[in-house]
């Protein structure tokens, strides 16, 4: 190990405390030191370079290293590196971001509140649904209904919405008004019902949480259109069909998060459009500059948005940084490159199917993968016990932990959650590096399942 590694990691366990991780343990194992990126790849500080299969945690949708989005950063801070949007006032790079934007969402949408990040859109989220209420007359209509094992954000309000109990642990959440219905899990939670009959199962779920809690006092459904963080979990084609019709008539708000979702991850601009709903509003980040500054927003439906300024008055809300100008310029460059490059439409039509069809033919007769799930440009490799009964292992975290360590070593970054490791390469990765992809991911499944006697 350099010299260089080994300050870097001494820096690290004396400074920082990391997301989701026992901090002990790693300081004495010592973090991965990442010093540079190129396309869908990454080289550690001891030279060793990773396919990045998961692009960052599901942002760099277009790669590292594109010089038009550093130009975009450069010309942006040169011209106006900040100023905000309290005082009355705007700035061109938001603008026209904003028009570029609300090109490519479907037309209900009208209005977008930027935000630093995902989960400051969903904390975001909740105080502009209760207004919203409030002004249509109804401010009794307060509580959130999201999902078990759902994800949000990491901020008190955003991880109340999610569903992750390991996280209402550390701090007695989630807070009052918010509440969860059952994840659609088919291979987990299905039993023996079919697909189509578990996800209309789930759905009603929905109904009879709002039946029970009063449809005037309920305010929302939030839910992600696939799960990300939970394990990329699929739900069944029956699921959104069923949960659109229930908010509509109980008059539930239907608020998607395309934080993962969003720009051009399904093939499509957006993953609700994959999936065949209409949210009233929209949580977005993530791919919205490709992760190369931190930016997000809440979009809002014309529905909503003509309430808010029409009736409204003043909104009290503001963030520092909403709409900075060098993340915004930022933003336009990868939406522009996003769609003058085709890259969208390349996801859906070529690379995705691509990725998507290589994946089934590699692993479908594998001993350890009980399912593949995904479309696009993401995807989920089930493991389990027994096939035939759809059998989890008890321990089947440390064994992804395992294969996700094993991928390390080959050479390939994936993720592992619960009993699935899950993949979300950037939009732009070619057919040779999808099959170097599948081939290192291959490996450490295959390691996996040697040491379970598998193979």
């Not at 100023?83 to 026209?96: D, G, L, R, S």
């Not at 209900?108 to 502009?128: D, K, M, Q």
């Not at 991928?407 to 390469?425: C, K, L, Q």
């Not at 057919?431 to 599948?438: F, N, S």
Request: with cysteine; glycine share 10%.
């Amino acid at each position: 190990m350099s010299t260089s590694t080994q300050r870097y990691q001494a820096i690290d366990a004396a400074h920082h405390i990391h997301a989701f991780v026992d901090q002990k343990a790693l300081n004495q194992e010592g973090p991965r030191v990442m010093v540079k990126g190129e396309g869908v790849y990454l080289w550690d500080s001891e030279g060793k370079q990773y396919l990045d299969g998961m692009s960052g945690l599901w942002c760099t949708n277009i790669g590292y290293g594109r010089r038009d989005l550093i130009s975009a950063a450069s010309q942006q801070m040169a011209q106006l590196s900040y100023y905000n949007m309290f005082f009355h006032t705007t700035h061109p790079a938001v603008n026209e971001l904003s028009e570029k934007l609300f090109d490519l969402l479907p037309g209900h949408y009208s209005h977008v509140v930027y935000t630093n990040s995902g989960s400051e859109a969903n904390e975001v989220l909740i105080r502009t649904v209760r207004r919203y209420w409030d002004v249509m007359g109804q401010p009794e209509k307060k509580i959130f209904i999201g999902r078990h094992n759902g994800y949000h954000g990491s901020t008190v309000g955003s991880a109340s919405l999610g569903g992750m109990a390991f996280m209402h642990e550390m701090g007695g959440l989630p807070i009052p008004g918010v509440e969860h219905i059952g994840e659609p899990y088919w291979y987990a939670h299905g039993g023996e019902l079919s697909p189509a009959a578990f996800g209309l199962k789930c759905a009603q779920e929905l109904e009879a949480r709002i039946l029970a809690l009063g449809a005037d006092k309920v305010a929302a459904f939030v839910a992600e259109p696939f799960q990300g963080a939970g394990g990329m979990i699929f739900p069944p084609e029956s699921y959104w069909p069923e949960i659109q019709r229930i908010c509509r008539k109980y008059d539930v708000l239907l608020c998607a998060d395309e934080v993962i979702g969003g720009f051009g991850r399904t093939g499509e601009w957006f993953a609700h459009q994959h999936f065949g709903f209409e949210p009233d509003t929209l949580s977005i980040a993530k791919g919205l500059t490709s992760g190369y500054v931190p930016m997000g927003g809440l979009v809002l439906s014309k529905r909503m948005a003509d309430a808010l300024v029409e009736r409204g008055g003043v909104f009290a809300h503001g963030l520092t940084y909403s709409g900075h100008p060098v993340a915004a310029a930022v933003a336009l460059a990868n939406l522009n490159a996003l769609d003058q490059e085709g890259i969208v439409t390349r996801t859906r039509n070529d690379t995705g199917p691509y990725l998507q069809k290589s994946l089934r033919e590699v692993f479908d007769r594998h001993p350890l993968v009980g399912e593949i799930q995904g479309t696009g440009m993401v995807a989920a490799l089930q493991f389990c016990e027994d096939k035939a009964s759809r059998t989890r292992f008890a321990n089947e975290a440390d064994i992804t932990w395992r294969c996700r360590t094993h991928g390390f070593e080959e050479g390939v970054i994936i993720r592992s959650t619960a009993g699935r490791m899950i993949m979300a390469p950037a939009l732009v990765i070619s057919h040779a590096q999808i099959d170097e992809l599948i081939d290192k991911t291959r490996r450490a499944v295959d390691r996996t399942a040697a040491e379970l006697g598998l193979l």
